[in-house]
Every structure is written in C-alpha cells, then in structure tokens.
C-alpha cells in the first residue's frame, strides 16, 4: 500500500483523486485543527495521525493526536525518542480509539550500524507500537543492504531510506514486508527527502506486476 504524506490541507482533495486510500496527516505541517482536516477525508480512507515536535508543546502534541484519533485516525505516529510517560498516555488513548500506533525513528544523517538499528526496532516495540518504522539517510548500497536486512526480523515494521539513493528502499518496501510505503503528491511537495510520487510509484508497481 502506498501512504501520501501531506504538507498542506489544499493537497488531500489531490490525493483523492489519484485514488490513495492511506494517507498521512502531517499535522506539524498543515497547522490546521484537526476538525477542519478530517471533514474533508472520506471514512473509507485510512489515516496516520503525525504531529513532530517542532513548534509545539508536549500537551499541545497530545491534545492535536487524541482530537484526530477521536475522529478516527486509523494510525498514530510517536516518536522513539519520546519518553515512556508520553508514549504510554497516547497508547493507552489510541486502544480506546481503536488506532494503531507506529512508533518512528528518524535519521537525516545517517544510517546506524545493524545492531543500533536491531536495538532501536525493540524500543519502537518496547514503547507500545504494533508497528515499526525507521526511516534513515542513505549514503552507500552497503546502508541499503543494512535497512533491508532489517525486514528479516520479527514484528510489523515500514524501513525506508532517504535521499537519492534510498529510493529504491522506498520501491521494495511492500514486496520485503512492509505494512506501507511513504510517497508524495508531487515533485517539490515531499515531507522527506527521497520521496517518490505516488504516480511515479505506482509506473513502477505496474511494469513489476505485469504478469
């Protein structure tokens, strides 16, 4: 499944029309309440509910992710970095929501040795995620190899290169294991680095698919 991430509330009415069941609400982005975001996604499209830490208070965080699981987010993203208090609030929120909770780790750097990687996997599940995912910057096939080699570990995750040339990270991603891929609208409006359209994604799928 390919995810949209959006940036700008103008951007949904966009993604629907390309047909994407998943996306992503960047709430950090978008600077809108939540009530005004959702009115404007169908019920039959499922939802991630992301806010990052830049410009907002830690209750600021969780009041703008309970409103959007209050309205249905099929999905909330936390950070790995986060502490067990707040990871453990929001978890608890989300089982009466019915959400499910991806716990993230976020790299712009670097990519961490295979065991720093394996120990950052078990505290995305160790925080309450029945979801990983790892995104990191790419710089080398070897930190290719090493992200991938990941999916052969236990437990639902979503690993992703960023940069140029973890793009092809972002292209195996759903035929290794992973529960989603990230994509953007269109050039120039990517949330990370690396990202691919959601047009150029699904070429691809369909010269890989073709029987």
Do not use: W
């Not at 995810?3 to 949904?12: A, E, P, Y």
């Not at 160790?126 to 995912?133: P, V």
Request: proline share 4%.
């Amino acid at each position: 499944m390919i995810c949209v991430s959006i940036g700008h509330i103008s951007q949904i009415s966009e993604a629907l029309k390309l047909g994407v069941k998943l996306i992503e609400v960047r709430l950090d982005l978008i600077r809108k309440d939540p009530g005004e975001i959702f009115s404007g996604i169908p019920g039959n499209i499922n939802t991630i509910a992301t806010c990052r830490p830049e410009g907002y208070s830690i209750e600021e965080r969780k009041g703008l992710l309970k409103k959007c699981m209050d309205l249905g987010a099929s999905f909330l993203d936390i950070e790995v970095e986060s502490s067990e208090a707040y990871a453990a609030e929001l978890t608890d929120y989300a089982k009466g929501c019915e959400t499910e909770v991806i716990v993230s780790y976020h790299n712009f750097r670097k990519t961490p040795d295979r065991d720093e990687l394996g120990d950052i996997l078990d505290r995305c599940f160790y925080l309450g995620g029945t979801i990983a995912k790892i995104a990191t910057m790419v710089n080398s096939r070897e930190e290719v190899n090493r992200l991938l080699s990941l999916y052969e570990l236990p437990g639902k995750k979503v690993v992703i290169g960023m940069g140029g040339a973890g793009r092809i990270t972002r292209v195996m991603a759903p035929y290794l294991g992973a529960e989603f891929t990230f994509a953007s609208i269109a050039g120039g409006d990517e949330t990370a680095p690396g990202q691919i359209t959601v047009s150029q994604l699904n070429e691809i799928y369909n010269v890989i698919d073709k029987p």
